[in-house]
């Protein structure tokens, strides 16, 4: 009899309120589409500009970010003649869509066709100005010089950049005539 009236009262007990239901379910947005193994070409004029190849995609609808890459993603960057120019890797990123802004996130890495490599913690991409940027810390390689810091500027390709709060090794050769 103690036994029918525990599990009695552990069956009243366990009621749904439907109001409460209804709040932990739209407390935390859900994704609309989610995508396993995904590729995304922008282009401009017809030609190729960005692709972004990831492990994981979520789309979100009327929040920012409305795109969240996690597991992983490379992001290649072209030139106006499509050929490559730089390689972004990240484990994961986020999208604002009405911004134009990416923001990468953990283990970090920019390298170009010149071989320089930038690692870093946090990325910034932002496409209406066309500009890469991080207040964070930095690592730059080169063939010659490693170069670290804690700030950076650069343009997609990695061509010319700048670091602030600047340290590391350096090569000053001279060239001789």
């Known amino acids: 009899m103690r036994l ?13 309120d439907p109001k409460l239901v209804q709040e932990f379910v739209s407390y935390k947005q859900q994704a609309i589409e989610q995508i396993k193994g995904a590729e995304l070409l922008h282009t401009e004029n017809g030609k ?11 789309r979100f609808q009327d929040i920012q970010p409305a795109l969240i890459f996690s597991d992983y993603l490379e992001v290649y960057f072209y030139n106006d003649s499509s050929q490559l120019q730089s390689t972004l890797m990240a484990d994961y990123a986020s999208i604002d869509e009405d911004k134009k802004i990416m923001l990468a996130q953990n283990n ?3 390298i170009n066709n010149d071989n320089k490599k ?11 100005k066309n500009k890469i940027y991080t207040d964070k810390k930095v690592k730059i390689t080169t063939g010659k010089e490693v170069v670290y810091g804690e700030g950076f500027t650069s343009t997609p390709d990695f061509n010319q950049y700048s670091i602030t709060k600047i340290h590391g090794t350096f090569d000053f050769a001279t060239q001789t005539h």
């Open 4 to 16: 029918f009236l525990f599990f009695l009262v552990v069956m009243i007990s366990c009621t749904n």
């Open 48 to 58: 190729l500009k960005v692709r972004v190849v990831a492990s994981s995609v979520e």
């Open 108 to 110: 970090v890495i920019l």
């Open 118 to 128: 930038l690692e870093t913690d946090e990325l910034v991409w932002d496409e209406n």
